[in-house]
């Protein structure tokens, strides 16, 4: 499950212990810093100062935007990091892609799209637990 997101409200502090997307999967985990929709710094750790020169490799400011936001749900999935899309799909995790994402139903070009995983997030929508640890959730309806 994947959406766009709204570009420029995307904010906090992210582990990355899944993959990075095409290259591969994440040995030693690290963090990310998101603010106002971008992202401003990358730990430099083994794999921070990896990733770090992959997203400069695409010689364009717009791949830092944050454009998606998405939850695996596929229990026949493994997020292995030989596969992009396997990890991404696998069921308890969740990943943010950054750069274009005007196929997935925004308005954000870039030139390109880059995918980070996380394993077993706890994700808050609105305030309310809809993933814990890498298990969803179901919260009663908020009917008001």
Same mark, same amino acid.
């Given at each position: 499950?994947?959406? @766009?997101?709204?570009?420029?409200? %995307?904010?906090?502090?992210?582990?990355?212990?899944? *993959?990075?997307?095409?290259?591969?999967?994440?040995?030693?985990?690290?963090? &990310?810093?998101?603010?106002?929709?971008?992202?401003?710094?990358?730990?430099? *750790?083994?794999?921070?100062?990896?990733?770090? #020169?992959?997203?400069? *490799?695409?010689?364009?400011?717009?791949?830092?935007?944050?454009?998606?936001?998405? =939850?695996?749900?596929? %229990?026949? *999935?493994?997020?292995?990091?030989?596969?992009? =899309?396997?990890?991404?799909? %696998?069921?308890?995790? @969740? #990943?943010?892609?950054?750069?274009?994402?005007? /196929?997935?139903?925004?308005?954000?070009? /870039?030139?390109?799209?880059?995918?980070?995983?996380?394993?077993? +997030?706890?994700?808050? /929508?609105?305030?309310?637990? &809809?993933?814990?640890?890498?298990?969803? %959730?179901? +919260?009663? +309806?908020? &009917?008001?």
């Amino acid at each position: 499950m994947y959406l @766009a997101v709204e570009e420029d409200q %995307t904010s906090g502090v992210g582990v990355i212990d899944g *993959s990075l997307g095409y290259l591969g999967k994440v040995e030693n985990p690290f963090k &990310i810093h998101l603010e106002a929709g971008k992202l401003i710094d990358i730990e430099q *750790s083994e794999f921070g100062i990896t990733l770090d #020169h992959y997203m400069k *490799s695409f010689k364009d400011e717009r791949i830092y935007h944050v454009g998606e936001f998405g =939850i695996g749900l596929n %229990t026949h *999935s493994r997020c292995e990091g030989r596969c992009y =899309i396997e990890d991404e799909s %696998t069921y308890g995790t @969740a #990943h943010i892609g950054f750069g274009r994402n005007q /196929a997935l139903g925004g308005e954000f070009e /870039a030139n390109g799209h880059f995918d980070l995983v996380f394993r077993q +997030p706890s994700i808050y /929508a609105d305030n309310r637990l &809809i993933m814990e640890n890498g298990m969803i %959730t179901v +919260p009663d +309806p908020d &009917i008001r």
